[in-house]
C-alpha cells in the first residue's frame, strides 16, 4: 500500500475499529489487490461490507466452508474483490473474539453470532428486583467470548435515593469481579457519558433480558432511533417487524456497536472459561481447599465452606456457580468437543494478540 492510500483507508475504516494489527494482518491480502472492509451485516451467502470507498454487497460462497463457526459473521473484517458480479469476498481475517451460540434444539453445532467484540455490555434493568443469578449467566457468556463484560443497571432514575443506587451497584459488583458496574438513566442522562466513554474504545454489544432496556441505551449512544424501541407498533397494532439494514454502526462518540436479533436472543451457551470468570473468587478459594478434588460439601479443611461459614462468600454465589457448571456440562456434552476446543485455542490466542496490540496502541497515544 503507497502511504497515501494506506492513511486514507486508515481515516476511513478507524471509525469501524481499523486499527495497526488489522492493517499488518491485511497486509498480504492488500498486495493482491483486494479491499479491507468491516461486515456490517449478513443475509443467506450474502453480506453487506463496509470499505474505504463505502458499503459493498458481496457473496460469502468462498468463505463459507461446512464448519459453522467459520461462517462470516457481523463484526468480522474481510478481503473483498474489488470488482466483479458477483463480487466475492475471499478471506475471513482471524478473529479476536467471538460470540458463540453453542446449542440450538435441533444441531448440536455452534453458531457464531458476532465477532471482534471488545466490550460485552450487559443490560439490567433496575425497575425490577435484581436476579444475580441471572447476571451471572450473562456474563459467563460474556467473557467466554473473550470480551471485557461491562454491566449497565439501566432506568436508574427509577431508583432515586443514592443510598439504595449504591447497594444495588454493591450487590452486582460482589457477583462480578474484574467487571465495572455503572447505573444509568436514558432518561436523565446520568451515567451516559462514562458509558460514551467506555464504548468509544472499541466494539461493544448489548446483552441482556428483553425489555432491560438495551434498544434505549443503544439510541442513546447512536442519538437516533435507528434501533426500535419495543413499544414502536405499526398503525395496525401488531408488533413491528423490524429489520435494521445494518448490526453494527459507528457511533458519533467513537466505537462501534453490534445489534443482532440473534444476540438479542442468546441464551444457551458453552461457556466453561466463562463461568470461571464469573466466580473467579470461588475458583480462588477452591484452590487453598486440602483436597484438589474438593467438591465443597463436607470436606475437611475445605476453604470455600470455610468462607462462607466466615461471611466472606455468600453462600448463594456458591449454590449458583454450582447451578451454572452443572448447566455447562449438560450443553458441552450436547457439542462437538473437538470443535470447541479448536476454536477456543484460536481466538484466545487471537485475543491475547489483539489485546496487546491495542495496549501497544493506548501506550503510543499518551
Ligand atoms: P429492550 O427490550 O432491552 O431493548 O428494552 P427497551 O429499550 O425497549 O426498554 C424497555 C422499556 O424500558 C421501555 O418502555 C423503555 O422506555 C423503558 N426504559 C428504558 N430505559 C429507561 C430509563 O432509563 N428510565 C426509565 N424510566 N425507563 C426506561
Ligand atoms: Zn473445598
Known amino acids: 500500500m ?16 481499523w486499527d495497526d494489527a488489522w492493517a499488518d494482518e491485511f497486509a498480504p491480502y492488500d498486495t493482491e489487490g483486494l479491499l479491507p472492509g468491516r461486515v456490517i451485516r449478513v443475509d443467506r451467502g450474502q453480506c453487506d461490507v463496509v470499505t474505504a470507498g463505502g458499503v459493498l454487497r458481496a457473496d460469502t460462497a468462498f468463505v463459507t466452508p461446512h464448519d459453522p463457526l467459520r461462517v462470516v459473521c457481523t463484526g468480522d473484517w474481510v478481503a473483498v474483490e474489488p470488482g466483479g458480479t458477483p463480487r466475492y469476498v475471499r478471506t475471513c481475517l482471524p478473529r479476536r473474539t467471538a460470540f458463540v451460540r453453542s446449542t440450538s434444539s435441533k444441531r448440536s453445532e455452534g453458531q457464531i453470532l458476532a465477532a471482534n467484540v471488545d466490550h460485552a455490555i450487559v443490560a439490567v434493568s433496575l425497575a425490577a428486583e435484581l436476579d444475580l443469578g ?4 450473562f456474563l459467563a457468556l460474556a467473557w467466554e467470548s473473550g470480551a471485557q463484560p461491562l454491566v449497565v443497571l439501566t432506568k436508574a432514575d427509577l ?8 447497594h444495588l451497584v454493591q450487590d452486582v459488583e460482589l457477583s462480578a469481579p474484574g467487571v465495572t458496574v455503572l447505573p444509568v438513566s436514558a432518561l436523565h442522562g446520568d451515567g451516559l457519558d462514562l458509558l460514551v466513554t467506555t464504548v468509544s474504545g472499541g466494539t461493544s454489544v448489548l446483552l441482556g433480558q428483553s425489555g432491560a432496556g438495551k434498544s434505549t441505551l443503544a439510541n442513546a449512544l447512536v442519538g437516533a432511533d435507528v434501533m426500535d424501541v419495543q413499544a414502536t407498533r405499526d398503525a395496525d397494532g401488531k408488533g ?12 458519533p462518540g467513537g466505537g462501534v456497536l453490534i445489534d443482532t436479533p440473534g444476540l438479542r436472543g442468546v441464551g444457551l451457551w458453552d461457556a466453561e472459561t466463562g463461568v470461571g470468570q464469573v466466580f473467579s473468587e470461588i475458583e480462588e478459594l477452591a484452590r487453598r481447599c486440602r483436597f484438589h478434588d474438593c467438591a465443597h460439601e463436607a470436606e475437611p479443611g475445605c476453604a470455600v465452606l ?40 484460536d481466538w484466545k490466542r487471537r485475543g491475547a494478540e489483539g489485546k496487546a496490540a491495542m495496549e501497544a496502541k493506548r501506550g503510543r497515544r499518551r
Open 159 to 166: 431508583v432515586p435515593d443514592p443510598v439504595t443506587r449504591a
Open 240 to 251: 413491528r417487524h423490524t429489520t435494521t439494514t445494518r448490526n453494527l454502526l459507528a457511533l
Open 134 to 137: 441471572r447476571i451471572e449467566r
Open 2 to 17: 503507497t502511504s497515501s492510500h494506506a492513511s486514507s483507508v486508515f481515516s476511513a475504516l478507524a471509525p469501524y475499529g
Open 306 to 345: 470455610a468462607a462462607i461459614e466466615s461471611g466472606a462468600l455468600a453462600e448463594r454465589r456458591l449454590d449458583s456457580y454450582r447451578k451454572l457448571v452443572r448447566e455447562n456440562q449438560r450443553i458441552v456434552a450436547k457439542t462437538d468437543a473437538r470443535l470447541r476446543a479448536e476454536l477456543r485455542k
